[in-house]
């Protein structure tokens, strides 16, 4: 059985939903964002967008941004998870998984290690 290549991602490549799911975050300051083009390496997902708010509101609020910017494209989240703690708030739109993480959260999971082998977008 033979697979498709992959075509490789740049920062300006990423699909137009990623890009601005990183823009609604950039604009409540969420904090050290990646993007891990995981379509190689898994199954479920396209692409993860993982960063960091200060605290559980600012999380909050930066679920909120992107949740409303991606609906602004038509886009809407198959789920969502975490907003009552705020610690981990999981937005899943099938092609795309947001984690937004408080500090603590993100150093215990370590989601970029545990996909490590992921190519990376770092903003």
């Known amino acids: ?9 740049t920062k300006r490549s990423l699909p137009a939903e990623v ?3 990183v823009k609604a975050a950039q604009s409540k300051k969420g904090e ?5 083009d995981l379509r190689v390496a898994s199954t479920f997902t396209d ?5 960091e ?3 559980p509101r600012q999380n909050a609020a930066i679920s ?3 949740v409303h910017e991606l609906k602004g494209l038509g886009v809407r989240p198959l789920g969502v998870e975490g907003t ?4 981990w708030i999981l937005v899943d739109y099938g092609f795309l998984v947001v984690h937004i993480f408080s500090r603590a959260a993100r150093d215990y999971y370590a989601l970029e290690k545990l996909w ?3 190519p990376k977008f770092e903003y």
Do not use: Q, S, W
């Open 47 to 51: 692409y993860f967008l993982i960063l």
């Open 53 to 55: 708010g200060t605290n």
């Open 32 to 36: 050290d964002i990646c993007v891990l």
């Open 116 to 118: 490590g082998d992921a």
């Open 19 to 21: 890009r601005t799911a």
């Open 64 to 66: 909120d941004a992107i």
């Open 84 to 87: 009552t703690h705020g610690e």
């Open 1 to 9: 059985m033979e697979t498709t290549p992959v075509k490789k991602v």
